[in-house]
């Protein structure tokens, strides 16, 4: 951690600060429910949200690589402030599905700028503790926000979007005081489509995406089918919430003592070990029907995700050209956003098709993304 950039704490400082203060999604179709809407109703309003996420990559990336990274960040968390403050006052479910959708995309843009920048400021050789850092302040925002969330919720809803516009004012403000623009891309890379090209010429790259798609599609069972089964299984929901904060708990805990680790280790076995604990993980679930069998569960994905994650990260900032950086952590932050929608829609018909079956196809697709990522030859030097 010693001689990282004090830009670089400052991008940890403002992502924690906004992450802890993410209040409304996780509470948003309890908001929706006190405002009347079904239940159904509510599922589709937050469908709409991963919708705006999985435009937010793209469009970020775009931002980020064209008019530099701290004015991406800027644009994202100010835009995302005022679309939060409309989205309070809003009753009628066309315009809440509307604003929900923008407030997707403007609240999540800032993802692939922030991972640009981080691989700008940071050498190599850093960067697998760096981008470990940068998911620490995002899981430790997270984990101490909801509880504060849940102290809003009690008094007044409006107080989740204030606190969660204010945040997010809070990360802007950060960004243009203390955040360097980055690199940006000459005028002869900015051509209509030439960077899509470059990306679609680079089989290394695409290889990883599809195992991505595999991967995050198997892990955004945590929050559908997982569910399901923990439920299935006769435990409470109290169970179901301690199992994952355990997640959160174990990467909090773990993530930076393995990351020294890993990080000297050649990447693409590492990311292929961490998929294919992801697959184990989920995979065992089948066979787990108490509390501490799903516990031991959770800690083999978990203990993937940690290995995998920051490796990931790295990783894609060392392959991408760096005038396209911005681009190609966006191009990979959709490819989370596209599971993010499929896996719980994919996931629960699967999962009543036949619930072990199910648990199987999971073991399975992480066994073909480790495969994925170790196939071919590796595209430069990634160390």
Known sequence: ?????????????????????????PFLILYLIRQGYSATAAGTVVGAYGLGSLA???????????????????????????????????????????????????????????????ADLVPPQQRVTAFALYRLAINAGFAFGPAAAGFLADRSF??????????????????????????????????????????????????????????????????????????????????????????????????????????RLPPRPVIAAGMLLIGAGFGLTALAHTFPLLTLTVLIWTLGEIIGAPVSSAYVANIAPEHLRGRYQGTWGMTWG??????????????????????????GLGAVAAVLVLAGREKGSTN
Do not use: K
């Open 56 to 118: 937010a990559s793209a469009v970020g990336g775009q931002l980020a690589d064209r008019l530099g990274r701290r004015t991406a960040i800027a644009i994202s968390m100010f835009s995302a402030a005022a679309t939060l403050l409309l989205l309070s006052q809003a009753r009628h479910l066309a315009l809440i599905m509307l604003l929900t959708g923008l407030a997707g995309l403007t609240a999540e843009m800032y993802r692939p700028a922030s991972g640009a920048l981080l």
């Open 158 to 263: 409006f107080w989740l979007f204030l606190g969660d516009a204010l945040t997010s004012a809070v990360f802007g403000v950060v960004a243009l005081v203390a955040l360097p623009e980055g690199t940006r891309s000459p005028a002869a890379e900015e051509r209509r489509g030439e960077s899509m090209r470059a990306i679609l010429a680079d089989a290394t790259f695409l290889r990883f995406l599809a195992a991505s798609v595999a991967i995050a599609f198997v892990y955004f069972q945590s929050t559908s089918t997982f569910a399901l089964h923990v439920r299935q299984s006769g435990l409470s929901n109290a169970a179901y919430g301690a199992l994952v904060s355990l997640n959160g708990l174990i990467i909090v805990f773990l993530e930076l003592p393995l990351t020294s680790i890993t990080q």
């Open 338 to 363: 596209l599971a993010f929608i499929l896996g719980p829609v994919l996931g629960t018909r699967l999962f009543s098709w036949s619930p072990a079956g199910f648990w199987m196809i999971c073991a």
């Open 1 to 25: 951690m010693r001689g990282l950039p004090p830009a670089a704490w400052a991008l940890f400082a403002g992502t924690f600060i906004n992450r802890f203060g993410s209040f409304v999604v």
